[in-house]
């Protein structure tokens, strides 16, 4: 058996081997440190799942026949764990059948190596798999930018067109947060972000018509149905965003959320999700307590028992906040408003409306200044650093 030539710089990626060989561990364990890369050695399944699920390696050499766990029940149990599944385990096994490798694809191996091996062909395909899994990790990173530049555009575009709907936003999200934590749901994150941009429709909206419809209000039918229709606007947006598509499911049927949720998909149970949140929110912005609220919702029987016991549990922290007159340019991202803000001549530039300040409308407020002007300083509230909320 050849060796080949070391590389010149170190890879700094790990291989985790897992053989109840002791010859196959030391010689492959060689081999591989000396091409650069860092190695784990293991002689059992179990071992091994425990140290990959801990500290992931980058790639995974599995033999097959091993005592315990053989090599097919550990690919199986590495793929069913989301922090493991992405590891590309490689099969190295004496076991030549069709039947024994289709196996090994079946549990998940991406590639399967038969011993006896030459290390050429061993460290080609641990190489090649090696670059595979670079470039997935780099088209992952790339589509994680992507949706959090488009989310985050849509977020500043819900501030900038009206407070009053980034407040509420972030009460619903609240809410959102609080039942998914209570009730341990998985992905919480597509919840999380259905919650943040439920209300993103309603920017078609004039901010009196959200006000009078959020608060139950009596409005004219053509109000009515602009207000209805806010769910199917956003869930259009939504869905031309890749990974977004059970999101804007969620939002399309917030009003709507159909059949009981526990036994259905999480675009089902975020929709009913969303649906108590709001309609929770919205008794709170009436100016109705929680314990009312929550006694309404529950004679409605309309939600599930589970959901509404996790919000007849909500407890929102308290933050605090330190009140502040200061001019336009020491204004922060995160700041709170404390009162309208208006220009020299008296114009309303920005309503309150419990308004967080973000960097765009610092930038429209220093735009207002360098132009028409703006009545200096601004009332705000800044978050105290040792909040409960922080």
């Known amino acids: 058996m050849s060796t080949l030539a070391q590389p010149a710089l170190p890879l700094n990626e790990t291989i985790m081997i897992v053989d109840d060989s002791p010859a196959n561990l030391t010689l492959l364990e060689g081999l591989l440190a000396g091409h650069g890369y860092e190695v784990r050695s293991f002689s ?32 199986e149990e ?87 709907l980034a407040s509420r936003s972030h009460a619903v999200r609240d809410i959102v947060r609080w039942i998914a934590q209570r009730l341990a749901i998985a992905d919480a994150w597509q919840y999380d972000l259905a919650a943040t941009l439920c209300l993103v429709g309603c920017i078609t909206l004039p901010d009196d018509v959200f006000e009078r419809a959020y608060r139950g209000l009596v409005l004219s039918p053509a109000e009515s149905q602009m207000f209805r229709a806010h769910p199917e606007t956003a869930a259009r947006l939504l869905a031309k965003i890749p990974r977004l598509e059970t999101v804007a499911e969620m939002i399309r049927r917030q009003q709507n959320p159909g ?66 007159q200061l001019p336009i340019r020491y204004l922060r991202a995160g700041m709170l408003l404390g009162d309208d803000v ?22 429209r407020l220093q735009n207002f200044a360098n132009t028409r002007g703006a009545k200096e300083p601004i009332d705000v509230r800044i978050p105290r650093i040792d909040s409960a909320g922080t």
């Open 44 to 75: 059992r399944g179990r071992q091994a799942i425990a140290a990959a699920s801990k500290e992931p390696p980058h790639l995974i050499l599995l033999d097959i026949n091993m005592p315990e766990m053989n090599g097919y029940q550990v690919c």
């Open 78 to 164: 590495l793929k069913a764990s989301e922090r493991t599944s992405g590891i590309p385990v490689i099969f190295l096994s004496a076991l030549n059948a069709t039947e024994d490798k289709v196996q090994g694809f079946r549990s998940g191996g991406v590639d399967y190596i038969s011993k006896p091996f030459q290390f050429e062909e061993v460290e080609a395909r641990v190489k090649t798999h090696l670059q595979l899994r670079r470039a997935q990790q780099a088209e992952h990173d790339l589509l994680d930018r992507t949706l959090s530049g488009a989310v985050g555009t849509l977020w500043e575009l819900v501030h900038l067109t009206s407070p009053m």
């Open 259 to 324: 059949a009981q949720a526990s036994t259905l998909e999480p675009a089902d149970e975020g929709a009913h999700l969303l649906h108590l949140a709001l309609e929770f929110d919205r008794r709170i912005y009436r100016g109705d307590s929680r314990s009312a609220a929550c006694a309404e919702l529950r004679q409605s029987r309309r939600f599930e028992n589970r959901m509404l016991e996790a919000v007849e549990a909500y407890a929102p922290d308290a933050a605090e906040y330190d009140a502040r």
């Open 342 to 363: 208006r220009s020299r001549d008296g114009n309303l530039l920005i309503l309150k409306g419990g308004t967080i300040l973000t960097e765009i409308w610092i930038e």
